[in-house]
């Protein structure tokens, strides 16, 4: 699949891939990084899961800014703008914000693993 299927394809998910793939220089550097971040999500949310559950709110807010970061760099926005909610409430201490917004968050989270998923089939 070229280029412009790729960038269409993510598009169609809600990803901004053009400014994303845009900062990484290439679809090809895009793809790399992006397949390291993929590799890696599952332990991570099972970490931020388990600060959570712990009540662990500064080890929670450095994963959750991790995965804001990571996020809005390969064009996952709304993952990226949820992370950062939950970022701030647990730097904030709101632990009921975090535990009442958990559930988006990983809603969000398990939506990009789809997408990419799907993308890594192209």
Not at 101 to 114: D, F, I, K, P
């Amino acid at each position: 699949m070229n280029t412009d299927e790729k960038i269409a394809f993510l598009e169609q998910n809600g990803v901004d891939a053009k400014t994303a793939i845009a900062n990484m220089m290439d679809i090809e550097t895009y793809d790399d990084i992006m397949n390291d971040f993929y590799q890696g999500l599952p332990e991570e949310l099972s970490k931020i899961d388990g600060y959570k559950n712990a009540l662990d709110m500064p080890n929670y807010a450095i994963l959750v800014h991790a995965l804001k970061s990571n996020a809005r760099s390969f064009g996952f926005m709304k993952l990226g703008d949820i992370a950062y909610a939950h970022e701030m409430a647990s730097k904030a201490g709101d632990v009921n914000y975090v535990n009442e917004h958990y559930g988006e968050l990983m809603s969000a989270a398990n939506e990009v693993q789809n997408i990419i998923s799907k993308y890594k089939t192209l």
